[in-house]
């Protein structure tokens, strides 16, 4: 009977691994480090992604904030100028009213009185209420009583410190969007990491590559983290 030989499979034969590496199979580690290269990217562009979005909002919020500061400045140059007007015609009626009383025109007085504002009243009565013309000590005139109030100037202020206000909220917002863009370029510094590594033979050089943009994406985030978002 002819002797026969039995070969095993070379396949069965070579060691595990090797014939994935001639098959061109990357080894199961480069298979691991190029996931996580891919994982990095993945989070990295979903980070960028919000960081943007963010910065955009706030700038948003900035232009919203400044326009609307505005608006209340004009606001308030607006009622300060009606204040001082009324203050122009009430300084008139009241001298028309004291040059009517030193010639005697009595009648010509009371009409002048008569056409006193009703926010001028309490001042005036404030002031007569001094005895001005026989008393020395007092206060030159109705305008510059405690009593004397301008509803328009009271608004003014208001809408002056709403301004203020709106100015104070634009600033911050300007200054949230530049943060939000200043982490963009942690998780740029990532993403150029992780791209590279993919490009590295050498498996230690990769790794040193790949823990310092894991390093940038976890203070990225962690800077992130503490910012206000809209």
């Known amino acids: 009977m002819p002797h026969v030989h039995v ?7 070579e060691p595990h691994g090797h014939g994935e590496e001639k098959a061109g199979v ?9 996931l996580y290269a891919i994982l990095l990217l993945s989070l990295t562009t979903l980070a960028t992604a919000w960081s943007g979005y963010q910065a955009a909002r706030w700038s948003g919020e900035q232009s919203q904030s400044f326009a609307r500061a505005s608006t209340m400045r004009i606001k308030a140059q607006a009622q300060s ?3 001082g007007q009324l203050r122009i015609d ?17 009648e010509l007085a009371a009409i002048y009185r008569r056409r006193f504002r009703p926010e001028f009243v309490p001042a005036f ?12 000590s007092a206060v030159p005139g109705p305008l510059y009583m405690p009593e004397y109030r301008l509803a328009e100037t009271a608004r003014a202020a208001e809408l002056d410190a ?5 100015y104070q909220e634009g600033t911050a917002a ?44 976890l203070a990225g985030v962690g800077y992130v983290a503490t910012l206000p978002f809209v």
């Open 7 to 13: 070969h095993a499979p070379h396949e069965l034969t």
């Open 26 to 34: 990357p080894p199961r580690g480069e298979r691991l480090l190029e």
């Open 81 to 83: 100028t009606l204040a």
């Open 90 to 106: 009430d300084l008139v009626m009241f001298n028309s009213w004291l040059d009517a009383r030193e010639a005697g025109e009595h």
């Open 125 to 136: 009565e404030a002031w007569t209420a001094q005895r001005p013309f026989t008393t020395r």
């Open 162 to 166: 709403r301004a203020d206000e709106l």
């Open 174 to 217: 300007k200054t949230n969007d530049d943060h939000y863009i200043l982490s963009t370029l942690f998780f740029a510094a990532v993403l150029f990491f992780a791209g590279i590594s993919l490009r590295l033979d050498w498996r230690p050089l990769r790794y040193v590559v790949l823990g310092m943009g894991s390093v940038l994406l």
